[in-house]
């Protein structure tokens, strides 16, 4: 790596408003590899079951070893992932440090990236690690702080943060323009990695529509009409980011607050499919759960071939539309990941010196905090928090599987210095 900087205002005779200025690039090329293991077939302890609860006998048994062949087969051509980043921003600060700013703008390039595939069972495994395309990303961070407020007994200080990226798939594999990312997969639907498009596409077949958006529903029953053709429905990244950070100061009392969200992306809800499916969600209630024309539908014309919109037709079984079409179609489940987020908002109080002179310690601070006390998120979005992941922190991003709701909590503390 190699970085390179210039604090311009120290350089040359610079107006009074602007304290302090600087320009910085970098780039660097970092490795990483693989797990051990992967570059030959190996043998691992083996278990043994037959498919009743508790029923799995694990080697070794009894101190009598057992080996079976790992799922994953070996790949003496595997090789390191590396990614090349570069990057450039400037800092600067105005009137005296009221006012500054921190913006970054980075390209990165990640090549060879080890992946986990599905192979045909036939070969004896399951798996394959091997290294495959290009991924590159590109975008921008800014961090605004000021101070409004500067006096003699108050203070307020504002910071802001912005960040966009955006990622792109540039090539996978000779022949191959799509793949499926490892350890994600859900009835109906998938999450793949797909050329020109970004990292992390959801992809399956939705209801069918015409080309004004409208859903296609069988003249006869009033159900949607599943697309025959599977296709992506969008990305979990988001559009972009941003926080916004207050603290206030008056004496000795200190009060802050974060609030913080993003912009766009969709997940796939669990607890939304099952709300359809068991008459929880408030669209169950549609037409008081009688039967009804499916909003913005569209059946087929047979004169013209042409789609028109759908008056008449209505659903044949209400319970039927929301159990074995809504809630059975996992692209049809995928939800606005966007939100504003109420993160922290504490409260604390530091002593003066001349109150604890005489104790054993020469600082003193009590406060009270409060973690995730709101949260505003898309109209469509009644079902959960986007920040849930049943999937952890891996490629299995945007996907809730019937997630508990995100905690809100209060506490208090003590800080002592001495």
Do not use: C, H
């Not at 979990?236 to 992306?265: E, I, V, W």
Request: no cysteine; charged share 20%.
């Amino acid at each position: 790596s190699a970085n390179l900087s210039f604090v311009f205002s120290d350089a040359f005779n610079m107006p009074a408003w602007l304290s302090y200025g600087k320009v910085r690039v970098s780039g660097a090329r970092v490795g990483n590899d693989a797990d051990p293991y992967l570059l030959q077939s190996v043998f691992v302890p083996g278990s043994i079951s037959d498919g009743y609860d508790d029923s799995q006998v694990d080697m070794p048994f009894k101190g009598v070893p057992g080996y079976t062949l790992a799922a994953v087969i070996g790949n003496p051509d595997l090789t390191p992932e590396f990614t090349t980043s570069y990057e450039g921003g400037v800092e600067a600060s105005f009137f005296k440090n009221r006012l500054g700013i921190d913006a970054t703008y980075y390209r990165n390039k990640t090549t060879d990236q080890i992946i986990t595939l599905p192979i045909a069972a036939t070969s004896g495994y399951t798996f394959r690690v091997t290294n495959v395309g290009q991924v590159s990303n590109r975008g921008v961070e800014v961090l605004l702080r000021g101070q409004p407020i500067s006096g003699r007994n108050f203070q307020w200080d504002v910071t802001t943060t912005f960040s966009k990226n955006k990622s792109n798939v540039d090539e996978i594999a000779e022949g191959t323009t799509r793949i499926s990312l490892p350890g994600v997969g859900f009835s109906g639907g998938t999450l793949v990695a797909e050329v020109g498009k970004p990292y992390g596409q959801f992809f399956g077949s939705g209801f069918l529509r015409d080309s004004l958006g409208r859903v296609v529903v069988n003249e006869t029953t009033g159900y949607p009409v599943t697309d025959t053709e599977a296709k992506t429905y969008g990305t979990y990244q988001p559009d972009f980011m941003a926080s916004l950070f207050n603290s206030f100061s008056f004496k000795g009392f200190t009060l802050t607050a974060l609030l913080d969200g993003r912009k766009g992306g969709v997940f796939f809800s669990r607890t939304k499919t099952l709300q359809a499916f068991v008459g929880t969600d408030p669209r169950t209630l549609l037409n008081d759960r009688e039967p009804f024309v499916v909003p913005n539908s569209a059946i087929l014309d047979p004169a013209s071939g042409k789609y028109v919109e759908n008056t008449t037709v209505k659903v044949a079984n209400v319970i039927n539309y929301w159990t074995n079409y809504v809630s059975n179609n996992a692209m049809e489940n995928l939800v606005d990941a966007s939100f504003l987020k109420l993160r922290e908002v504490t409260l604390s109080y530091s002593f003066p010196k001349t109150m604890i002179q005489k104790m054993p310690f020469s600082g003193l601070q009590v406060g009270l905090i409060g973690r995730n006390l709101w949260l505003k998120t898309a109209d469509e979005n009644t079902y959960s928090d986007p920040e849930m992941s049943s999937f952890g922190t891996g490629n299995g991003q945007g996907y809730e599987y019937g997630s508990v709701p995100s905690v809100r909590s209060y506490g208090a503390n003590i800080r002592v210095t001495f």
